[in-house]
């Protein structure tokens, strides 16, 4: 990298795409990136509709990236990063989803607690075919927790594992996930704020590496309705003054986790409008899909929605498997930490454990909603979560993902994976 590299200074919109600038890095010292805020009106196909907050009918008007100290090492020659929160008018600007965060973190720490933070992310590779048209990679001797050139024949998975590598992004583990060109890329444990930012960089990343290689890297929640889904699993847990883990202390679930469970149960549907915000991704959420579909919990289970591990004092966590890559990380961590929250602060009583296999039998008896739509009305009619959230970057999701689900209402499956695959 040069001496006076270029800055990337960039943020993660609502729809989870990178937006930002290039600018000198002399520029970037000043602290300060402007932006038009309507920015957060555009959807997918360009259309500038008037989301709440974006000032479409106020003339457009500037909000700032205000700029991390800290530069991220980047993956583009003589380029670093930069990440900050949003600001309008002199305030944190209400859509800001790394704000949403922040506050969701204060929450924790008024309690004396540290969110601790672990993504795993799933994803499928494309690759274009003889006329241009994007297919599955091929990788026909594939297989579940597979390594090496059959998973990857064109070893794109080794070079997003040696660019995250000098980029300082944590990686804990890759490998094949369930069907052929599918992939698990998990990340190291870290509090809330840095997972998330950590989370947001290795996704651009990854795909500007497939990108390069002529591949196409996706994070849709079921690109193949054939095939399995992607999720986007929230593991997380809480250290104390002292640095220790509160969720299992003692080798079982303490009150504070007890809480959690209890608050993301409570939440359930409510939550669906935050963590699976594409039309796609209810194709992923049913009934035996190992995904985040019943309002249930259980110790080391796969099939329920909030999984426990209590096996390690040091490493217990709780994981929570509704949300998808398609979702902003710092929305989602944001909400599962505040609907966790709100668990433990009104005192909620954990439900009995999920004790059935949830693949043919059941105990659980909610679910979430069958569709986007139904999902963005539950979340609309939660108004303690769209509170705890923010209520001015939940009404902006809601505008902006109504819209959204209007547009792709009665299109065939090929027509709404079109639709995300070159931005999710």
Same mark, same amino acid.
């Given at each position: 990298?040069?001496?006076?590299?270029?800055?990337?200074?960039?943020?993660?919109?609502?729809?989870?795409?990178?937006?930002?600038?290039?600018?000198?890095?002399?520029?970037a010292r000043g602290g300060a990136i402007?932006?038009?805020?309507?920015?957060?009106?555009?959807?997918?196909?360009?259309?500038?509709?008037?989301?709440?907050?974006?000032?479409?009918?106020?003339?457009?008007?500037?909000?700032?990236?205000?700029?991390?100290?800290?530069?991220?090492?980047?993956?583009?020659?003589?380029?670093?990063?930069?990440?900050?929160?949003?600001?309008?008018?002199?305030?944190?600007?209400?859509?800001?989803?790394?704000?949403?965060?922040?506050?969701?973190?204060?929450?924790?720490?008024?309690?004396?607690?540290?969110?601790m933070v672990g993504l795993e992310l799933?994803?499928?590779?494309?690759?274009?075919?003889?006329?241009?048209?994007?297919?599955?990679?091929?990788?026909?001797?594939?297989?579940?927790?597979?390594?090496?050139?059959?998973?990857?024949?064109?070893?794109?998975?080794?070079?997003?594992?040696?660019?995250?590598?000098?980029?300082?992004?944590?990686?804990?583990?890759?490998?094949?996930?369930?069907?052929?060109?599918?992939?698990?890329?998990?990340?190291?444990?870290?509090?809330?704020?840095?997972?998330?930012?950590?989370?947001?960089?290795?996704?651009?990343?990854?795909?500007?590496?497939?990108?390069?290689?002529?591949?196409?890297?996706?994070?849709?929640?079921?690109?193949?309705?054939?095939?399995?889904?992607?999720?986007?699993?929230?593991?997380?847990?809480?250290?104390?003054?002292?640095?220790?883990?509160?969720?299992?202390?003692?080798?079982?679930?303490?009150?504070?986790?007890?809480?959690?469970?209890?608050?993301?149960?409570?939440?359930?549907?409510?939550?669906?409008?935050?963590?699976?915000?594409?039309?796609?991704?209810?194709?992923?959420?049913?009934?035996?899909?190992?995904?985040?579909?019943?309002?249930?919990?259980?110790?080391?289970?796969?099939?329920?929605?909030?999984?426990?591990?209590?096996?390690?004092?040091?490493? $217990? @966590? #709780? !994981?929570?498997?509704?949300? +998808?890559?398609?979702? =902003?990380? /710092? *929305?989602?961590?944001?909400?599962?930490?505040?609907?966790?929250?709100?668990?433990?602060?009104?005192?909620?009583?954990?439900?009995?454990?999920?004790?059935?296999?949830?693949?043919?039998?059941?105990?659980?008896?909610?679910?979430?909603?069958?569709?986007?739509?139904?999902?963005?009305?539950?979340?609309?009619?939660?108004?303690?979560?769209?509170?705890?959230?923010?209520?001015?970057?939940?009404?902006?999701?809601?505008?902006?993902?109504?819209?959204?689900? $209007? @547009? #792709? !209402?009665?299109?065939?499956? +090929?027509?709404?994976? =079109?639709? /995300? *695959?070159?931005?999710?």
């Open positions: 990298m040069s001496d006076h590299p270029r800055v990337r200074a960039t943020f993660c919109d609502l729809l989870n795409l990178p937006r930002g600038k290039y600018v000198p890095a002399h520029l402007g932006f038009a805020r309507g920015v957060f009106g555009v959807t997918f196909d360009r259309d500038l509709i008037p989301v709440p907050g974006c000032g479409m009918f106020d003339g457009l008007p500037d909000m700032e990236l205000m700029l991390e100290p800290e530069r991220r090492k980047g993956w583009q020659p003589g380029t670093e990063i930069a990440l900050g929160d949003l600001h309008a008018a002199g305030q944190p600007f209400g859509l800001c989803p790394r704000g949403a965060l922040k506050r969701a973190v204060a929450g924790w720490g008024a309690l004396g607690l540290v969110p799933e994803a499928y590779v494309f690759q274009q075919d003889a006329d241009g048209v994007w297919v599955p990679y091929d990788t026909p001797g594939a297989f579940v927790y597979g390594c090496g050139p059959a998973n990857d024949p064109a070893g794109l998975m080794d070079a997003i594992w040696q660019t995250a590598d000098a980029c300082d992004l944590p990686v804990e583990s890759m490998n094949g996930e369930y069907d052929n060109g599918q992939f698990e890329l998990t990340l190291g444990f870290a509090d809330a704020l840095r997972a998330c930012d950590d989370a947001f960089l290795f996704r651009t990343m990854a795909r500007e590496r497939a990108a390069e290689k002529g591949l196409l890297l996706t994070f849709m929640p079921k690109p193949n309705p054939e095939r399995g889904g992607s999720g986007m699993h929230v593991n997380f847990s809480f250290a104390d003054a002292a640095g220790q883990n509160v969720v299992a202390p003692d080798g079982a679930l303490s009150q504070v986790a007890q809480g959690c469970i209890a608050g993301l149960i409570h939440h359930h549907e409510a939550l669906a409008g935050l963590l699976a915000g594409t039309v796609n991704s209810y194709d992923r959420l049913a009934p035996g899909s190992l995904a985040g579909y019943w309002a249930n919990w259980a110790g080391d289970h796969r099939l329920v929605t909030v999984r426990s591990s209590t096996a390690s004092v040091k490493s $217990a @966590r #709780l !994981e929570h498997r509704m949300a +998808d890559c398609a979702a =902003n990380p /710092y *929305l989602a961590v944001a909400a599962v930490l505040q609907a966790a929250l709100a668990g433990v602060t009104a005192k909620m009583p954990l439900p009995p454990a999920e004790d059935l296999d949830c693949l043919e039998n059941t105990r659980a008896t909610r679910h979430v909603p069958s569709s986007l739509v139904r999902a963005l009305d539950a979340l609309d009619a939660d108004a303690a979560l769209r509170k705890a959230v923010g209520t001015e970057i939940c009404d902006a999701l809601l505008f902006l993902k109504r819209d959204e689900a $209007a @547009r #792709l !209402e009665g299109k065939s499956v +090929d027509e709404v994976r =079109n639709f /995300y *695959l070159p931005f999710v």
